[in-house]
């Protein structure tokens, strides 16, 4: 049954809302690498109204401030990160390596070429 | 951040295409307990036509028989499922089950109330 490929995901929820999965990772990602909400939706294709409703959803239902302005500089501040996102964002990653490892390994076990003898 | 739930999900795929997730495990499950497409599509809540058209779907990329008639009895005959989509499923299952303890696992040392000392 080698033609399979297993996939996996993983999301947070807050109060049974999903709330950070890859697609909002992806989103924080940008944001914080480019300095703007609009330089990300820029480096992701999407409309800077996308970009801005995602982030006041996740906003409405974090627990933490999401962003901040970094004030001054030659280009007049930044959009960044608070330190509490960051920090749920490396667990998120963690998290997700984790899990598609132990799928990767499930798969192996029952689809590989040793399943027939486990 | 005990706000925070985690959820995961596996699918498998066939050529790049998505080919059995939960809907789709919900579905054959209900069609090889009730013995037809119509009897499952009722217990679903959905029409016979959608039912149809993912088993359809399935059928044109899976690399065995899905369903087979079983002849006779008082009621002519039922739809069942081959035992290679049996099979499957039992995998799928396992896995699922495995994956989704991982993800709990990982939860539990990430967020929780151990998690400051790890």
Redesign the interface.
Known sequence: ?S??????????????QP?LGDGRYRLLSAVQRKGSINAAARELGLSYRKVWAQLKAMEETA?FPLMQQRKGGKDGGATCLTPEVLE?MG?FE??RN??NG??DR??SK??GEEADRC
Do not use: N, T, Y
């Not at 399979?4 to 049974?16: A, H, Q, T």
């Open positions: 049954m033609q399979f490929r297993i996939r996996s995901k993983i999301w947070l929820e807050v109060d049974g709330f627990p749920l667990h963690k998290m984790q899990v132990e799928a499930c798969f029952h689809f």
